[in-house]
């Protein structure tokens, strides 16, 4: 395995880990944005700041402004004043299309994801704008790669 393949499946883990501070419960997503080695944003899906932290309506379906995990990732960078521009965007799901729509104005050139959305068109998207995209399946990785 080469280095930028262990460093890939690290930050998947790690952006699972990050998934868990969701307080959805039909799924939970995490990402996070890396830049030069740096985590420079991380996001999970949920309600926008300030709302109640539940994100189904009484009949399980999700509430219409729930944010996804790159949305909360993208706009939180935005927040800080960082930049995105060449970042890599490490998410456990693979984006929809709205959240590819933000990958693209936001400068990332590369997503890196461990499981399929039930739609494709935001990966569509984004190979149409030439954006790296890269399926990782993690399920099988117990975290000792060797780097070397």
């Avoid at 990966?123 to 990785?141: D, H, P, S, Y």
Wanted: hydrophobic share 35%.
């Amino acid at each position: 395995m080469d280095k930028q393949e262990a460093l890939d499946k690290r930050y998947l883990r790690m952006a699972r880990i990050w998934a868990e501070n969701s307080y959805c419960t039909r799924r939970k997503v995490g990402a996070l944005l890396v830049k030069d080695k740096m985590i420079i944003s991380d996001g999970y899906n949920g309600t926008p700041s300030g709302f109640e932290n539940v994100c189904e309506l009484e009949d399980g379906t999700t509430k219409p402004y729930v944010l996804h995990a790159e949305a909360n990732a993208i706009t939180k960078v935005a927040k800080s004043g960082n930049s995105s521009l060449g970042a890599t965007l490490y998410v456990t799901a693979s984006p929809c299309l709205e959240c590819a729509k933000l990958i693209i104005q936001s400068g990332i050139k590369r997503v890196v994801y461990s499981e399929k959305y039930r739609l494709d068109d935001g990966l569509k998207l984004l190979e149409r704008a030439n954006i790296e995209t890269v399926f990782i399946n993690i399920e099988n990785t117990c975290g000792n790669e060797n780097e070397n």
